[in-house]
């Protein structure tokens, strides 16, 4: 099956800095997705990507869909402690098919 | 704001029992899901349901699961006879329909996720 390559897989950061996170894949997917995860909750839609090479902006969340659809980044800027949590990427062939997810980067953001 | 809520928050059974977890998706949503992540680990694909029938299953789905929609508004994971290995959260999702973008693009509508159903199999 699909595979998601998603690194780092954890990052330690100071209050106020930007992080980068990003996901490759061995084959194409055509929509590109990222999640937040919290403790005891189910994943939550940050940002979606539907074309190859968009740039989309979600407040200080800016994602990219690279050229060759294999991968995608995401950045935080300015983070803050409410940022900490589990990011996912998540990949999708056609809109009727599975989401397929990356191993997530556990991220903790210190004061 | 309408949310998928899904019910019990925790399970605890013994192995080769059955078990069912239940979804409520958002009430005008058309696509069903359920998704497990073991803890730790990424969340992988179980099932997707659509028009009544499953649209796609992974490897993971095999005869010891099944899912139904008994009425117009519960979604039903069931797993047969639990093996120790099935201990996971799992979670359901719905989203509502997928749509045509103004530039052509398909866009796959939001997928909402329950908070969540952890199943520890003892």
């Given at each position: 099956g699909q595979q998601l390559n998603q690194s780092p897989q954890s990052m330690f950061i100071q209050e106020g800095e930007d992080v980068s996170m990003n996901c490759t894949s061995s084959s194409i997917f055509n929509t590109w997705l990222w999640y937040k995860q919290e403790p005891g909750e189910g994943p939550v839609l940050l940002i979606a990507l539907y074309k190859a090479g968009e740039l989309t902006s979600n407040g200080r969340l800016t994602a990219q869909f690279g050229i060759t659809r294999k991968d995608s980044f995401l950045n935080i800027s300015a983070s803050i402690p409410s940022d900490v949590g589990i990011y996912f990427c998540a990949g999708q062939w056609s809109s009727a098919r599975q989401l397929t997810f990356g191993s997530g980067t556990q991220l903790t953001v210190l004061p | 704001e309408p949310e998928v809520t899904q019910t019990p928050?925790?399970?605890?059974?013994?192995?080769?029992?059955?078990?069912?977890?239940?979804?409520?998706?958002?009430?005008?949503?058309?696509?069903?899901?359920?998704?497990?992540?073991?803890?730790?680990?990424?969340?992988?694909?179980?099932?997707?349901?659509?028009?009544?029938?499953?649209?796609?299953?992974?490897?993971?789905?095999?005869?010891?699961?099944?899912?139904?929609?008994?009425?117009?508004?519960?979604?039903?994971?069931?797993?047969?006879?639990?093996?120790?290995?099935?201990?996971?959260?799992?979670?359901?999702?719905?989203?509502?329909?997928?749509?045509?973008?103004?530039?052509?693009?398909?866009?796959?509508?939001?997928?909402?996720?329950?908070?969540?159903?952890?199943?520890?199999?003892?």
């Open positions: - | 928050s925790h399970q605890v059974t013994q192995m080769g029992q059955e078990v069912i977890l239940r979804c409520v998706p958002i009430s005008n949503h058309l696509y069903f899901y359920w998704y497990r992540q073991i803890l730790g680990q990424k969340v992988e694909f179980l099932v997707s349901f659509y028009n009544n029938e499953i649209s796609e299953k992974s490897e993971i789905f095999d005869d010891q699961f099944s899912v139904e929609r008994p009425d117009g508004s519960n979604f039903t994971l069931k797993i047969r006879s639990t093996k120790l290995e099935d201990s996971a959260m799992y979670f359901c999702a719905s989203k509502m329909e997928n749509r045509v973008l103004a530039g052509g693009e398909r866009d796959t509508g939001e997928l909402f996720f329950g908070e969540g159903s952890r199943l520890t199999v003892l």
